[in-house]
């Protein structure tokens, strides 16, 4: 069984941008495909951005489109989100988690079996 831990997580202000990394160890994790997701106090948990485990595939929510991107390194066993133009709604605790599903990244997070403690992220306007 994989186990995630992510970092970067931290305190900016709107317009700056931050690069959250999830760590794999315990497997390889290019079998695995992986997602970012994040929540926000009072509110539920949603997608942001995907990786197939190969990372010919990417996908991202319609808010962060355009500003987030998403990497892996799977010989470094990592995953990257890289976050710019930040906004204060991007203000959430982010997770990675990973689904050993080898088609496009998917956004529910039912599907993803394996989960990081989460990063804060707190965007002050």
């Known amino acids: 069984q994989v186990q995630l831990v992510e970092s970067g997580g931290g305190l900016v202000q709107a317009g700056g941008s931050l690069r959250l990394s999830c760590a794999a160890s315990?497997?390889?994790?290019?079998?695995?495909?992986v997602g970012w997701f994040r929540q926000a106090p009072g509110k539920e948990r949603e997608f942001v951005a995907g990786?197939?485990?190969?990372?010919?595939?990417?996908n991202f929510a319609a808010s962060v489109k355009g500003r987030f991107t998403i990497s892996r390194d799977n010989a470094k066993n990592t995953v990257n989100l890289q976050m710019s133009s930040l906004k204060p709604e991007d203000t959430a605790v982010y997770y990675c988690?990973?689904?050993?599903?080898?088609?496009?990244?998917?956004?529910?997070?039912?599907?993803?079996?394996?989960w990081g403690q989460g990063t804060q992220v707190t965007v002050s306007s």
């Open positions: 315990g497997r390889s994790i290019s079998t695995y495909a």
């Open positions: 988690a990973a689904e050993a599903w080898s088609g496009d990244p998917r956004t529910e997070s039912a599907r993803y079996g394996t």
């Open positions: 990786i197939s485990r190969g990372g010919a595939y990417t």
